[in-house]
């Protein structure tokens, strides 16, 4: 089976690639430069803005996480998000023809809702550029299943953390990335909102990588499907803080800042991906994620 994964030198599409290598797909993986790729992943060249530029298949499979994800940048540059989040996708919908796609998409299309933990059919309500860019292209995808061209799968994501082969997470705006590089020296204190009781989850970038081949293998052409890939589990930011202190041996001091308005809790009801696609978290137990994050910055020259 061939397979192309967006996005395949990225933090997540890295490991999406690694994954179904493991599993003995022949995998393409599109770059717009020279990018280190997971041994046995073939680069292609390409940018979803260029369409004339993209691979044309046949391919078996998709796996879309190509796009820009920060929420605050996102404000910044609404048009931008919306061009490479939404735009990017059709582009690559329409290079590809038919075949089946899992699309990378985000907690954040819900906003701040009441419910925890969020189901899949809670109603979406994005606060950010980013939220609502995700939003439009995961609509382009299901209206494009609905013709048959595809089968579709839209994997929701929450907080994804942790490393594989020694690759950090570049996101440094990130808790878990940012009280990393407190601990190593890079920073000498680390900022929370408010009184750090916010709620939130977290999940081994691995154990994602696992959901993407578990729906790529279940989906069919015509079907759409929405599933939130998480643990259900949540921890405070003075939990993730103690558990960084505790992994590494080292302090991790804190400064607080006048709390802004948050959500107290984010957390999501994965019970429809464990339930219909038979994926279960292994790795995403905070001292496992913190742990191989650790090791990996302090490989890395941290």
Known sequence: MRVLVTGAAG????????????????????????????????????????PGGLPKGPYDGVCHLAALTRVR????????????????????LEAVGETRLVFGSTAAVYGTPERQPIPEDEGTAPASPYGASKLAAEQTVRFHARTGAIGAVVLRTFNVAGSVDGRVDPDQTRLIPKALAVAAGRAPHLEINGDGLAVREYLHVDDLAAAYLKALESVRFGENRVYNVGTGAGAAVHEVIAAVEEATGRPVPTLRRPPRPEASILVCDPGAAQSDLGWHPERSSLPEIITSSWNALIGAGG
């Not at 404000?75 to 059709?90: E, I, K, S």
């Open 11 to 50: 933090y997540v599409g890295y490991a999406v690639a690694r994954r179904l290598v493991a599993a003995g797909y022949e995998v393409d993986g599109l770059v717009r430069r020279d990018a280190a790729v997971p041994d046995g992943v073939r680069p292609v060249h390409g940018d979803l803005l260029d």
């Open 73 to 92: 940048e996102s404000f910044d540059a609404p048009l931008r998000y919306f061009t490479a989040n939404v735009q990017g996708t059709v582009n690559l």
